[in-house]
């Protein structure tokens, strides 16, 4: 694929089967209004011998990713992956360029994005995904709004605007802020970088367990533990795990670990009760200290607890008093994370019966330290 190409990939309704290109306007399945999943087509497996002397980035692993030849990119991924304990290994993605995950995801909506020309990109977030939105698109030369809910951490906010994006401050919750952006998303020439409801996104997030497959040598842990509000990370490890096992790189599923705060943790709550979605009338959020999970309806949950299920995996909740303390130990331990990256730490932190892989996906510098800590 040239540098200006479009994929010749096609977006795909996962639950109604309704189909259209990459350069179709609509951001959503007109028919149920849900997220696109992708349909890529015959993917090649990633030889690990054929790795060597590649570029040290995410987009080493060209044969699984939708697009190729990127113009925008940062120097994203490949980050380390140390041991915690004897049985944990963090893997750190508070390294990335704008200091969280979410970068592994943003670069491909923006190299999507740089791609099709649009008049603008609009994003929402809670603060990482809209962070690293703006950097790639001011890396691409590609206008940016990001819509933030009220509350979001002034240093998150502070980054955005940094990056030359217009910022938006929505009052009410991470369900209003949506709303806000999804009503611009409709305006003509206009580029809905969401990380939820578009599928590259997630063909990003994958790159996360390629890269643990290929520090192992050609192996996973026994589980993979990710922290759960929209499930972006959990559904791109769960199309990494499939991928290798399809190509016959693997010989098992890793058991997918969903972490939610307990304060929001709508689908903890149904996976518990044997269900498939979301309750039409779930718990009211509460406050948490883990601002980038505490999503109350994400779009995707039905594709989320199938993930978890299919890997013979389970959900974990954790409380405030837990992420405080988890806060204080990685940072005695060298790593100083931000509350919603050290709840997987705070969740499998003690376990000892399998090898867990563990992200430290954002930076202590994006909330600081968690008010009422000792």
Known sequence: MSDSSLPTAAYFCPLDGSRAGITAPGWCCPVCKGPWDLDTGATRPVGLGSLSGRVNSLWRYEEALPLSGPAVSLGEGRTPLVPLTERVSAKLDFLMPTLSFKDRGAVMLAELARRLSPERVVA????????????????AGLPCTVYVPEGTSPKKTEQIRAHGARLVTVPGGREATASAARAAADTPGTFYASHVFNPFFLHGTKTYVYEIWEDLGGTLPDAIAVPVGNGTLLLGAALATSELLAHGLIDRLPALIAVQAEAVSPLAAAFRAGDDELSAAPEPARPTL???????????????????RESGGTFLTVTEDRIRVAQRDLAARGFFVETTGVACWAAVGAETDRSVVVPLCGAGLKTGLAPGSP
């Open 290 to 308: 883990a601002e980038g999970i505490a999503i109350p309806r994400p779009p995707r949950a039905r594709q989320i607890l199938a993930a978890v």
């Open 124 to 139: 929402d977030s809670s603060g990482n995904a809209g962070t690293a939105v703006a950097a790639y698109c001011a890396r």
